[in-house]
C-alpha cells in the first residue's frame, strides 16, 4: 500500500512539471518583463537617461543597444549582454538597486532563450 502511493506520486509530481514545462508559455515583453525594467532599470535606460546610451523601453532599442552593442542576443541569454551584467551584479550599479532578485533573472532567460534566434 504504502508502495503504491509512492509510486503514484512520484509519477504525478515528474508528469506534472514535464507538462508545466511543456506548456508553458515563452514570457512576455510587455507583460512579464517590462515591468521589471521599469521598476529597475530605466530610470537610468529611458527618456530621462541613457546609461551606456542604452534605452531599455522597447525591443527595437534592446536589439540596438548601447555603446558596447546589443543588450541581448535572441535564443541566448548566456551571450546577451543585460543578462551577463545582470549575473556579475553590475547592473544595477552597486549602491543603487532595487535589485534584480534571482527567479527575475530567470524569467530574463528564459524570455531570451525563447527568442528565434537570428541568422
Ligand atoms: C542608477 C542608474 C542605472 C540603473 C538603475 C541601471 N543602469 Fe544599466 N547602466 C547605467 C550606466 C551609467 C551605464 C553605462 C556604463 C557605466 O557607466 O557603468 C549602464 C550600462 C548598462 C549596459 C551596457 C550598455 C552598453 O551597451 O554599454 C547594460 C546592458 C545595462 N546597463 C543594463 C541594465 C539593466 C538590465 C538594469 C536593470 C536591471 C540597469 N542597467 C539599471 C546606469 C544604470
Redesign the pocket.
Known amino acids: 500500500m504504502r508502495m503504491r502511493f509512492h509510486l503514484l506520486l512520484g509519477g504525478l509530481l515528474t508528469g506534472g512539471l514535464a507538462e508545466g514545462m511543456a506548456w508553458a508559455e515563452a514570457p512576455d515583453f510587455q507583460k512579464d518583463i517590462l515591468p521589471?525594467?521599469e521598476e529597475?532599470?530605466i530610470?537610468?535606460?529611458g527618456a530621462k537617461?541613457k546609461?551606456?546610451?542604452?534605452d531599455?523601453r522597447t525591443m527595437e532599442a534592446l536589439h540596438l543597444?548601447?555603446?558596447?552593442?546589443p543588450?541581448l542576443k535572441p535564443g541566448n541569454a548566456k551571450k546577451s549582454?543585460?543578462i551577463e551584467?545582470?549575473h556579475y551584479k553590475?547592473?544595477?550599479?552597486k549602491k543603487?538597486g532595487p535589485f534584480?532578485t534571482a527567479a527575475e533573472l530567470d524569467l530574463m532567460r528564459e524570455w531570451i532563450n525563447a527568442m528565434p534566434e537570428k541568422k
Open positions: 521589471i525594467f529597475k532599470c530610470r537610468c535606460h537617461r546609461g551606456g546610451k542604452l531599455m543597444g548601447g555603446d558596447t552593442g543588450a549582454l543585460l551584467l545582470i553590475e547592473m544595477p550599479p543603487e534584480v
